[in-house]
């Protein structure tokens, strides 16, 4: 293939495929890619040098492990910065599931995020650090919509944490 050129490509006897941009022989620019199985994994965001980088607007990866929308991805095809949402469908430790928007460092929640539980639809907003809640925060209760403010570290509530107090 020439630079600069889209296209399709069907990876082996597996039936992955890719469509979009190349340059030479190598992924680069905007494309899609379905990686074949049960679920698929579908990818719809920037490649360069034949990786995941820069903006994405879908990682699909199946209802075991969710889906992601408009995220990015850094080094190492490595989730980095802020994503607009995070379905985990029922991902592992969530039976319900959860939806996340927030910032990602190296694949994990780090920064500032929102997490809304699936079981209950309580909503935690606050800082998280190596995907644990940490630091200040505000938690509501679907229920009855009532918000408290409190402080966590690595998931735990800290003695600085009073939620009986409303905000």
Do not use: W
Request: proline letters at 2%; hydrophobic letters at 25%.
């Amino acid at each position: 293939m020439k630079s600069d050129e889209n296209g399709s490509y069907v990876f082996g006897a597996n039936g992955d495929r890719y469509e979009g941009a190349f340059r030479g022989d190598r992924r680069e620019g905007k494309g899609r890619m379905v990686v074949s199985g049960q679920p698929e994994i579908v990818y719809e965001g920037d490649y360069k040098d034949d990786k995941k980088s820069g903006s994405f607007q879908l990682l699909d990866m199946g209802p075991k492990h969710g889906k992601l929308i408009n995220g990015r991805f850094g080094a190492n095809e490595e989730l980095d910065g802020f994503c607009e949402k995070f379905d985990g469908a029922s991902s592992e430790g969530y039976e319900k599931g959860f939806i996340y928007s927030g910032n990602f460092k190296e694949s994990v929640f780090d920064g500032q995020g929102k997490l809304v539980h699936g079981d209950t639809g309580n909503t935690f907003e606050g800082e998280f650090f190596q995907h644990h809640k940490h630091g200040p925060c505000a938690f509501t209760l679907a229920k009855t919509g009532q918000r408290y403010r409190g402080e966590f570290e690595f998931n735990f509530e800290t003695g600085k944490s009073d939620f009986g107090l409303r905000l």
